[in-house]
């Protein structure tokens, strides 16, 4: 498969048969990004558990908020009104304002 670059930041490959498979990203060098650093404790810090509202990540939530919970945290519950799509400014501003730290749930 040959690939050749193509015009608005798409890179093409090129397959057998002639079949020409684009990546929308664009990107030549993947972003590096440094994590967060990690609270020094869990006693007594205002931790927000995000559900970002896919099947079953209630579920892993509700055992995080216990766990977070038995170690002395103060865990607030948020829920995004769609995976599909980013959590709305209000809701990240909210999360800001009233907790520390941010758990963010993925399941399927």
Do not use: W
């Amino acid at each position: 498969m040959k690939k050749r670059p193509e015009a608005h930041g798409f890179e093409a490959s090129q397959g057998a048969g002639g079949l020409t498979v684009l990546d929308p990203t664009g990107e030549r060098t993947p972003a590096v990004r440094e994590g967060a650093p990690r609270p020094a404790q869990l006693q007594g810090l205002d931790l927000a558990l995000l559900d970002i509202s896919k099947a079953r990540g209630d579920i892993f939530l509700n055992r995080l908020d216990e766990l977070f919970t038995q170690r002395g945290a103060n865990v607030r519950r948020y829920s995004k009104p769609t995976f599909t799509k980013p959590a709305p400014a209000d809701l990240r501003r909210q999360i800001a304002e009233e907790c520390s730290a941010v758990v963010e749930a993925l399941a399927d």
